[in-house]
């Protein structure tokens, strides 16, 4: 083993333990990063890299759409817009036995395509939904975890601010990434509300059928979340049938919500402006983390890191998609530990050189689209996964009164779904490529 390669082992082992001791993700690698470039080429090097990284890294048009996308989203969630999907999802389905928690998830979903952050979604639902799960005497497992488990369709659900960050770690097309999202996040969506039904005809006092509603507030509330099927249907619609690129529609997306809030008096000036200045917080650690991921490959790749797993893993002699579900167990694992921005960041360099040398029988395009839905949904398993599924975190910070394990085995049976969405996937290829082949 050579002195680059040594070095650079011992760079993600020290990357771990500053994880470990809570430094957050961006200085790590960053630190390591530095560190590492120093030690293999010298500080001429690092000097050199340093002098003009940061603004060809900041300066990438595709990272430009990051900031209106949580813009968006900050401003969606000032406007209501999540308290008006789930009355209406409730007035249709809230009549059927665990009816409010599939409006939960069908809610979450409508949120998720607008926010586009997995812990913003189960965060602001969560407070939406709880206190009508709790109206309704659900069960403190099947709440929770419903909630908890809702939260992961906000990354897949296109707009979503880590599959433009996976489109520019490969070089991927965003507006190909978000058709291929489309899909099995719909899936994701039945299979959860498919969850819930078996849920509650197992176990009929875990999820009591809801009060039913009027003619009249059924049609209130579905007229209530036409704007937000208007703003999601001009943002993407117009997206995949070519009329703007991602950057100019999240602007469009932005002001609509806006326009909404301002002629509905549900946002305020001094709203908007706390919704810019999260966001400008939200963005500036999103390209901080870019910018120490940047570093820390550059230091790997001169460390032959990247070259010598796949390598070893190429040399192995196990079948392709053997070697594509360990890299699988891989993410959900260390999904565990960190967000799912900064895991996509983290990863990407060491896992996609591998999975761009398997044969998979199709072509690398279609490879790289097909992983990338594959890579994302198992990180976001992550978030739901025992011990430290960080949105279960979230939910029970909002229902104190209901111990941890309770969350973790109401969230238990749609990580079961979620497996089997991820078999599907692997097996049937078709079910990601179809849309972005029809579009293109």
């Known amino acids: 083993m050579g002195f680059e390669l040594l070095t650079g082992l011992g760079g993600l082992a020290a990357l771990v333990v500053l994880i470990a001791i809570r430094v957050p993700i961006a200085y790590g690698m960053a630190t390591v990063g530095i560190a590492g470039i120093l030690m293999l080429s010298g500080p001429a090097i690092l000097m050199s890299q340093l002098k ?3 603004y060809g890294v900041f300066s990438n048009y595709d990272l430009s759409v990051v900031p209106m996308f949580i813009l968006m989203g900050q401003v969606a969630s000032k406007a209501g817009l999540s308290q008006a999907l ?9 009549r059927l036995p665990g009816g409010v928690a599939m409006a939960a998830i069908a809610a979450c979903a409508g949120f998720g395509s607008v926010c586009g952050s997995s812990l913003a979604t189960a965060s602001t639902m969560g407070q939406v939904a709880l206190p009508e799960l709790r109206r309704y005497n659900y069960s403190p497992a099947l709440a929770t975890g419903t909630l908890a488990a809702g939260g992961v369709l906000g990354i897949l659900i296109p707009p979503s601010v880590v599959l433009v960050i996976y489109a520019v770690l490969v070089e991927a097309n965003i507006v190909t990434m978000f058709s291929a999202a489309l899909i099995p ?7 959860f509300i498919g969850v819930i039904a078996i849920y509650s005809w197992l176990v009929p006092e875990a999820g009591p059928r809801g009060a039913p509603v009027s003619r009249a507030e059924l049609l209130s509330s579905t007229i209530g979340i036409l704007p937000v099927l208007g703003i999601f249907g001009l943002v993407i619609g117009g997206i995949y049938m070519g009329l703007f690129t991602p950057t100019p529609a999240a602007a469009i997306g ?13 946002v305020s000036l001094a709203g908007l402006r706390d919704a810019v200045l999260e966001t400008a917080k939200a963005s500036g650690m999103i390209y901080m983390i870019v910018l120490g991921a940047e570093l820390l490959k550059i230091f790997m790749s001169r460390g032959g890191v990247p070259q010598a797993a796949a390598e070893m893993m190429l040399n192995s002699g196990l079948p392709p998609h053997t070697i594509l579900i360990l890299l699988l167990v891989a993410l959900i694992l260390l999904g565990c530990l960190m967000d799912s921005l900064s895991m996509i960041l983290l990863v990407m360099p060491f896992f996609w ?8 029988g199709m072509n690398p395009e279609d490879t790289k689209i097909w992983f990338g839905v594959l890579a994302l949904i198992v990180v976001e398993l992550g978030l739901i996964t025992p011990p430290v599924g960080m949105n279960v975190f979230v939910i029970n910070a909002m ?10 085995k109401g969230a238990m049976p749609f990580f079961a779904a979620e497996v089997v969405r991820v078999i599907l996937l692997i ?11 029809l579009l293109a």
């Open 52 to 54: 003009s990284l940061g």
């Open 86 to 94: 789930f009355r209406a999802a409730n007035a249709w389905l809230g």
């Open 185 to 191: 996040g719909l899936l994701a969506v039945v299979f």
């Open 254 to 266: 932005v002001f609509l919500v806006v326009a909404y809030g301002f002629g509905r008096r549900v």
């Open 353 to 360: 050189p591998v999975v761009a040398q398997l044969d998979f």
């Open 399 to 408: 229902a104190r009164d209901v111990p941890m394990i309770e969350t973790f």
């Open 427 to 437: 097996a049937f290829p078709a079910i990601t490529l179809f849309l972005p082949h």
